[in-house]
């Protein structure tokens, strides 16, 4: 069974950064593409970013690209998100997934519980 568990979310103030860390177990994400999306209040989850199996590919929302770096720790077995720069407009429950293909199209597979981002300006 595959679990994503996230971690690192809070509450911050505009400028400030914050990683968000998403640990997998049931499956090695290195085999597999992963991203990150986002919900904020009264709208629809949104793609913010994502990567290949290999890392050679990552793409990023044009509102966080420059700002939000995806990674992973596959030792760790862990996706990250290191957010900086962070405004009210990044404000929302975060989420992670875990696709069931090397490349990340459509929805993934498997998804965290979610973590809440708050930024106050």
């Known amino acids: 069974q595959v679990q994503l568990v996230q971690s690192g979310g809070g509450l911050v103030q505009a400028g400030d950064s914050l990683r968000l860390s998403c640990a997998a177990s049931?499956?090695?994400?290195?085999?597999?593409?992963m991203g990150w999306f986002r919900q904020a209040p009264g709208k629809e989850r949104e793609f913010v970013a994502a990567?290949?199996?290999?890392?050679?590919?990552?793409d990023y929302a044009h509102s966080v690209n420059g700002r939000f770096t995806i990674s992973r720790d596959n030792a760790k077995n862990t996706l990250y998100l290191q957010m900086t720069s962070l405004t009210p407009e990044d404000t929302a429950l975060y989420y992670c997934g875990c696709y069931n293909k090397r490349y990340y199209n459509g929805d993934p597979a498997y998804w965290g519980q979610g973590t809440q981002v708050t930024v106050s300006s």
């Open positions: 049931g499956r090695t994400i290195s085999d597999y593409a």
């Open positions: 990567l290949t199996w290999d890392g050679n590919m990552m």
